[in-house]
């Protein structure tokens, strides 16, 4: 059974902490897929990798990093919290083929 | 810039209606058209159409695609309550991402 897994289902976090979201695989992909969604935006592309240590920004990089050291985890970094980074953030992965896998996502509140 | 485009916005109806959710897209290079279902968790695979008019079925949901008019639409017939989550439509546009619209809201009412 196809699985990615997402290290935190909820989080609270302070405005300047910094934040790391963990997403891990089990599918042998080579890409990976960071999004954050926020109501009436759709997914917004932060950030995606094609392979280890590789990495690419997408729509939103700004006020986030990434890190791939190993094949199968992908790590969405928040270098200094703000409100604005609530969010619900979605790890996506795709093989192959174009079907991509989602994570159950990390609904993040930066007080 | 790749767009896609999603109506309406949100949608109510009742059990027992059918509805269509429409999406329309602009992309450089068109690999293939995805649609998901999102309830409170992540969202879930659908449909995936790569191909002009051939539809594609599972249970009360079908899809089909028309990329000499770039759109797609989603039917659900007899829709109930457990229909109720926002439906996104997704292009692939062989950029290894994907192109997100802002997806269709639907609710069911009993």
């Known amino acids: 059974d196809v699985k990615v897994t997402q290290s935190s289902r909820y989080l609270v976090k302070r405005t300047g902490e910094k934040v790391f979201l963990e997403c891990v695989q089990d599918?042998?992909?080579?890409?990976m897929f960071w999004y954050r969604q926020d109501p009436g935006l759709g997914l917004r592309l932060i950030y995606f990798s094609y392979d280890v240590k590789m990495k690419e920004k997408g729509d939103i990089p700004e006020g986030y990093s990434v890190s791939r050291e190993k094949k199968e985890r992908f790590s969405l970094i928040l270098e200094s919290a703000s409100t604005n980074q609530t969010s619900m953030y979605l790890c996506?992965?795709?093989?192959?083929?174009?079907?991509?896998?989602f994570g159950q996502g990390t609904r993040l509140t930066v007080v | 810039e790749d767009k896609v485009v999603q109506s309406p916005l949100s949608l109510v109806v009742h059990e027992g209606d059918t509805v269509t959710l429409n999406c329309s897209y602009e992309?450089?290079?068109?690999?293939?058209l995805l649609w998901y279902k999102q309830e409170k968790k992540a969202p879930t695979f659908l449909f995936m159409l790569?191909?002009?008019?051939i539809e594609k079925k599972s249970g009360r949901l079908s899809s089909i695609l028309d990329k000499k008019e770039l759109f797609s639409i989603l039917n659900i017939t007899a829709t109930q309550t457990g229909d109720s989550a926002v439906y996104l439509c997704a292009v692939d546009n062989y950029g290894q991402n994907f192109v997100f619209g802002p997806g269709t809201r639907l609710s069911v009412l009993p």
């Open positions: 996506a992965t795709t093989g192959q083929t174009t079907e991509a896998f």
């Open positions: 790569t191909s002009s008019g």
């Open positions: 992309v450089t290079n068109f690999r293939s």
């Open positions: 599918m042998d992909h080579e890409n």
